[in-house]
């Protein structure tokens, strides 16, 4: 008898791709709920900055400002905060310039009133920031330095290794040279990945006078909470929303895992990618098919992340390398390594066929649904499949057993 398939499209770079699950094999679509967006996130914000006496005073007197755009869900979700604040400064035009990071989307300057936006690159000026103890002397765009009033706007969403990312980043790693940000991943004190993530806190702690816009998004990328507050304040509110917005109980462990890696900025190299992994792998039996759609526009990404997955050295030999000195594209080589003894990964990007299979192991796949066959047949044709269409926003876990 013939059954009905799913048609289930995964973000992939820009664009998205479909893959069909026969409906009888799918048991989940893991993905955030979509209850209780914020009727009008343009109101609710103006609400929070006129609460903010503090932000109300340097708003007025501030002679240079930086507002840092991350990602805000929407274009229409990013102009609207992104005005919010403007009306609130003085002589916005003349003193205040907007900073858009590799994750805020493109608009057009006239849909906020000002003349002067700018995208932070690795070419961008950068200037030296407060030394964190010695260890190394960070540096961060110069337009963000010399401000006398930052306001960081976006999303703060889960994160696998860090604990979390997005907003907590908007300072550095994102307004970073790339000479601090391979510091900060290989040369810095660091021993875990969430010592990584305190270091970026500390950085942005370094600086005066600044506030955070932050969101949580919904599933359909909506915000479902906006909160303002330094940065410190933010996430204190935002991190327990965000992980109930983002987590998911698994029941049952499937044969079949289809993922998506969220789409650019979160696939723009497989570097990048592999943080995503760990959701989709939490939900697989052991020895299951993890499928995972991510275009990798940039290719492998970091250097030591290649050279670390091109030794082919059994992952406790790295795991032990690590714990001399910590480095993250190491790790995440490591990660991946141990992923793959316990699991069959298939990669659909645009990265060589070559190089997926001979460097990093796992089996290239040119789409979602020739990668879906090809574990079928080896699974067999009663396999389970679950499919996560955004693995950078959510959070699965394994429903513990009720005890006895």
């Known amino acids: 008898m013939r059954t009905g398939l799913v048609e289930i499209w995964l973000p992939y770079g820009r664009s998205e791709i479909p893959v069909r699950v026969p409906e009888e094999r799918l048991v989940d679509i893991l993905k955030p709920e979509n209850d209780n967006p914020v009727a ?33 869900g929407t274009e229409k979700t990013t102009i609207e905060l992104t005005k919010a604040v403007l009306q609130f400064i003085s002589n916005a035009e003349s003193s205040t310039t907007i900073l858009c990071t590799e994750e805020s989307v493109a608009f057009d300057p006239a849909a906020v009133g000002i003349a002067r936006v700018l995208r932070h690159t690795p070419q961008s000026e950068t200037a030296d920031c407060t030394p964190l103890k010695e260890r190394f002397t960070p540096q961060v765009n110069s337009e963000f330095v010399k401000a006398d009033l930052r306001v960081l706007i976006g999303e703060l969403r889960p994160h696998e290794f860090l604990g979390y990312a ?60 906006l909160v303002f507050d330094n940065m410190e304040g933010s996430l204190a509110s935002l991190e327990p929303i965000v992980s109930k917005i983002y987590s998911k109980q698994i029941t049952k462990r499937v044969d079949i895992m289809v993922m998506s890696s969220g789409g650019a900025p979160f696939d723009s190299t497989l570097a990048r990618a592999v943080e995503s992994f760990q959701p989709g792998l939490n939900a697989l039996k052991r020895e299951g098919a993890l499928i995972v759609a991510a275009e990798c526009e ?21 795991e032990s390398r690590l714990r001399h000195h910590f480095n993250y594209e190491g790790f995440k080589a490591s990660f991946l390594g141990r992923a793959i003894q316990a699991h069959r990964i298939y990669l659909v990007s645009t990265i060589p066929d070559h190089y997926v299979e001979n460097v990093f192991n796992m089996k290239p796949s040119s789409t979602v649904n020739a990668a879906l066959q090809s574990a079928q047949r080896v699974h067999g044709s009663e396999s389970t499949i679950s499919v996560i269409p955004n693995a950078c926003r959510v959070i699965t876990r394994m429903l513990e057993a009720p005890k006895q």
């Open 40 to 72: 009008d996130p343009a109101a609710k914000a103006t609400e929070l900055l006129k609460s903010s006496d503090s932000f109300l005073n340097k708003a007025h007197d501030a002679s240079r400002v930086c507002i840092v755009l991350g990602s805000c």
């Open 166 to 225: 997005g907003l907590c980043d908007l300072v550095f790693p994102y307004l970073g040279s790339d000479a601090s940000i391979a510091t900060h991943l290989s040369g810095s004190s660091a021993s875990t990945p969430n010592d990584l993530h305190k270091e970026r806190l500390e950085i942005a702690a370094s600086f005066g006078n600044v506030y955070s816009l932050g969101l949580g998004l919904d599933g359909e990328l909506r915000p479902s909470a």
């Open 298 to 318: 940039q290719g492998h990404g970091g250097h030591q992340f290649y050279e670390w997955s091109a030794e082919h050295k059994e992952p406790r030999h790295l």
